[in-house]
C-alpha cells in the first residue's frame, strides 16, 4: 500500500524515473589527457534591433516604472550578470547592414525605420553610449557588426574612432561631450553579416574585396587594445554545408593564406539555426516526442558543418589563426499565434534547454577551432535567455542551461570516451547520451551529462583516471514534459535541482533523469 501511494505521489509530481529500469552508459575520463582551452566567448550573446529584444526587453528609458539604471532594466541585467556574459554581438544581424551610428548619439535621436523586422519604427534611443554602458553593467565585452551592405568604410571607421580614440579629435571631443570622455574597448568586430543574404547579396569575391577594405581601414585606437587585448576582426562566413557555402568559406580562407600586412582577419563567422525545415514551422510549445527527437536530430547536424568548414579552414590555415565563430545559432520555430511575425517570439522549453547542452557540446569538443558563438538572441527573440513583459521577467530554461555553464568558461576540455547508445523514435535515432569534461582555473574537474531520451533514465558510471575522486555533486535540469516552460506564473517549472553522485574505487555513478542536463564538479 505504503510503495503504491509513493509511486503515485513520484507520478503526479512528474518524477517518474526512479521507477524505471536505468540503461547504463559508461563514460572513460582520463585527466592527465587534456585538450583545448573553451573559450569562454562561446557563451556569447546576440542582441539585435529587433522585436522587443532591445526595446522592452533591455532598454526601458530613465522614465519608465520599471527599476532601471539610466534607462536599463535592472531585473535583466542582474539575471545576466549571473550567467556571466562573455560578449554582446549588436546591432544585428541583418539590422546590422542598415544600421548608422550616428543616428544613435546626442540628444536629437533621429526615428528610421526597421525594414526587416516588422517594419516598424526605429527610435534610435538605444544607441552606441546606451550599448557599452549596458554592457558594462552585465560584465560582458562589445562585437560589433559594422555595416557593410548599406554603410561606407568611412562611417565605419568613424564610427571606431568614435568608440575607441584617445586623442583628442572631434569625434573623440563629441564623445566626451556626449558623456563619456574614456574610450571605449571594442574586443570584437563583425565585418558585416550574413553579406551572401540580406547584407548586400554578394558573391564571396565582392564581399572579400570589400571585406579587405574594411579591414584595412577599420580600425580600434583604444590605447589598451595596442599590444594586448587586440580587437579581433570577424569576416562573414558560411551560413550552410552546401556548395555555396564552402565556396565561400574556400575564398575567404584562400585570400587569408596570401594575406599582406594591410589586412587581416582572426575569425570566420558561421550562422546555425535548428530550423527542422525552412520556413520555421514547428512549434516552440504544445509539441510531443516526435518534434522533440526530429529538433535533436536537427541540431545535432551543427558536427557536422563544424567538421566541414573546419577542414577548409585547416588547408589554409593549419596553424588555427582565424577562429570559427558561431556568431548565431539556435532554435527557430514557428512565431508565437498572436505575436508580430517580424518580431520573431517563441517560447522556449526543456527541449531548448537540451539543445543548447548539445550545441554548448559540441562547440566545446571543436575548442582548438571554434573559439566564440553568440545564441540567438538574448531577450525575447528566438532561443532567448529573458522572456518580458512590461514590468514581469521570466529566465527560461536555456538561461539556467547558461548558468549551469559557467564553470566550463575558459576551462581546459579533457576528453571524455563512451558508448552512448541510442534513443529511437520513429525514425529518428539519436546518441543517447551526450557529455563533455573540463578542468576549470583551478584544476577542479567538472562534467556534463545531456540524457536526451526522454522516456528512460540513465545511469551513468564514470572511471576517472589520474584523480582520486572523493565527492561529486551538481545540478541537473529536466521537467515533466518535453515541452515544459517557464511562464510569469509558474517561473520555476524547469529549474535546477540539486544532485550528487556515488563516487568509490575510482568510478564515478550517477543516476540521469531522462531529458536532462546535469552539470557536476568532482572533489578530489
Ligand atoms: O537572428 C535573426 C536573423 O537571422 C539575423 O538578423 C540574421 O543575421 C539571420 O538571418
Redesign the pocket.
Known amino acids: 500500500m505504503r510503495s503504491l501511494f509513493v509511486c503515485i505521489t513520484l507520478t503526479i509530481m512528474g518524477i517518474t524515473a526512479p521507477m524505471l529500469a536505468a540503461q547504463k552508459v559508461e563514460l572513460s575520463i582520463d585527466t592527465s589527457k587534456t585538450g583545448a582551452k573553451i573559450n569562454r566567448n562561446i557563451f556569447g550573446q546576440?542582441a539585435?534591433h529587433?522585436g522587443h529584444g532591445i526595446y522592452e526587453g533591455i532598454w526601458v528609458g530613465s522614465d519608465s516604472k520599471i527599476p532601471n539604471t539610466r534607462g536599463i532594466r535592472n531585473d535583466v541585467v542582474s539575471a545576466l550578470k549571473a550567467i556571466k556574459v562573455p560578449n554582446v554581438r549588436w546591432p544585428?544581424?541583418?539590422?546590422a547592414d542598415e544600421y548608422h551610428w550616428r543616428k544613435g548619439i546626442g540628444p536629437q535621436r533621429s526615428v528610421t525605420l526597421n525594414p526587416?523586422?516588422g517594419g516598424v519604427t526605429e527610435p534610435n534611443t538605444f544607441g552606441t553610449h546606451e550599448f557599452m554602458d549596458f554592457i558594462d553593467q552585465i560584465g560582458a565585452e562589445a562585437y560589433v557588426s559594422i555595416n557593410v551592405g548599406s554603410g561606407t568604410p568611412q562611417e565605419a571607421a568613424e564610427w571606431l574612432e568614435y568608440m575607441t580614440a584617445a586623442a583628442p579629435t572631434t569625434l573623440v571631443k563629441e564623445r566626451a561631450a556626449y558623456g563619456h570622455p574614456a574610450p571605449y574597448k571594442v574586443a570584437l568586430l563583425g565585418i558585416g553579416?550574413?553579406s551572401w543574404?540580406?547584407?548586400g547579396n554578394m558573391t564571396p569575391e565582392y564581399y572579400l574585396s570589400q571585406m579587405k577594405i574594411y579591414s584595412r581601414f577599420v580600425r580600434n585606437f583604444n590605447p589598451a587594445q595596442q599590444e594586448n587585448q587586440q580587437m579581433l576582426k570577424i569576416a562573414v562566413g558560411p551560413?550552410g554545408d552546401g556548395p555555396r557555402w564552402t565556396d565561400w568559406t574556400e575564398t575567404v580562407m584562400k585570400a587569408y593564406q596570401q594575406h599582406t600586412w594591410s589586412w587581416d582577419i582572426n575569425g570566420l563567422s558561421m550562422?546555425n539555426?535548428t530550423v527542422g525545415h525552412w520556413p520555421p514551422s514547428y512549434a516552440s510549445v504544445g509539441f510531443g516526442e516526435t518534434e522533440y527527437s526530429e529538433i535533436l536530430k536537427s541540431t545535432l547536424e551543427m558536427e557536422g558543418l563544424i567538421n566541414k568548414h573546419s577542414a577548409i579552414m585547416d588547408k589554409y590555415d593549419p596553424d588555427k589563426k582565424v577562429a570559427l565563430i558561431v556568431d548565431?545559432w539556435g532554435a527557430?520555430y514557428a512565431p508565437l499565434q498572436g505575436s508580430n511575425p517580424g518580431f520573431?517570439v517563441q517560447q522556449n522549453s526543456l527541449r531548448d534547454a537540451i539543445l543548447a547542452a548539445l550545441n554548448l557540446n559540441i562547440f566545446a569538443r571543436h575548442a582548438d577551432r571554434v573559439r566564440g558563438a553568440n545564441i540567438?538572441?538574448m531577450v525575447n527573440?528566438?532561443q532567448a535567455m529573458i522572456i518580458t513583459d512590461k514590468e514581469k521577467m521570466v529566465l527560461t530554461p536555456t538561461y539556467y542551461v547558461f548558468k549551469m555553464y559557467v564553470p566550463f568558461h575558459d576551462a581546459t576540455l579533457v576528453p571524455v570516451s563512451l558508448d552512448a547508445g541510442w534513443y529511437t523514435h520513429g525514425s529518428v535515432a539519436v546518441p543517447r547520451v551526450d557529455a563533455i569534461a573540463a578542468k576549470d582555473t583551478n584544476g577542479k574537474l567538472w562534467l556534463e551529462i545531456t540524457n536526451l531520451d526522454p522516456n528512460e533514465p540513465v545511469e551513468i558510471e564514470a572511471s576517472l583516471g589520474g584523480i582520486t575522486a572523493k565527492a561529486a555533486t551538481g545540478e541537473t535540469l529536466t521537467a515533466p514534459k518535453v515541452d515544459s516552460v517557464n511562464t510569469f506564473g509558474a517561473a520555476n517549472t524547469v529549474v535546477p535541482r540539486p544532485i550528487s553522485a556515488k563516487v568509490q574505487g575510482g568510478k564515478l555513478t550517477l543516476n540521469l533523469e531522462p531529458k536532462s542536463v546535469t552539470v557536476v564538479s568532482v572533489e578530489q
Open positions: 546576440f539585435e529587433l544585428g544581424g541583418c539590422f526587416n523586422w553579416n550574413e543574404d540580406c547584407g551560413g550562422h539555426y548565431e527557430w520573431l540567438a538572441q527573440v528566438l
